[in-house]
């Protein structure tokens, strides 16, 4: 558990000023894994 939440930390950190604020979280993990993962993110 922890080594996901270093994951999702370490994503969030290094995508700071890539994108613009959202109401959720979810928008935000959505933004981030396409930005990191492409299309096969979507899957």
């Known amino acids: 558990m922890a080594v996901l939440y270093a ?5 969030g950190l290094t995508s700071l ?4 604020f ?9 933004e ?4 990191y993962f492409g299309t096969l993110a979507v899957f």
């Open 7 to 11: 994951a999702l930390a370490f994503m």
């Open 17 to 20: 000023g890539q994108f613009d």
């Open 22 to 30: 959202a109401s959720n979280g979810g928008v935000i993990i959505a």
């Open 32 to 35: 981030i894994s396409n930005y």
